[in-house]
């Protein structure tokens, strides 16, 4: 659960920072939004949350 709300977070500034720095309309930001909301509940929804679950465990396994 603490991954999905980071998660969120993280992709919220980055829609953020889209929107004032390179351009990106409110219009576009909201298809992302419900682009994102109809893929959660589609059958493929399992599957990116296992891949995103994969590549934060690979990512935190990470040794600098």
Not at 49 to 60: C, F, K, Q, R, Y
């Amino acid at each position: 659960m603490a991954l999905s709300i980071s998660a969120v977070v993280l992709f919220a500034i980055m829609v953020f920072i889209l929107i004032r720095k390179s351009g990106l309309k409110a219009g576009h930001a909201i298809v992302c939004v419900l682009l994102g909301f109809y893929l959660a509940s589609s059958s493929i929804a399992p599957t990116i949350s296992e891949l995103t679950t994969n590549v934060a465990g690979m990512i935190g396994g990470i040794k600098f």
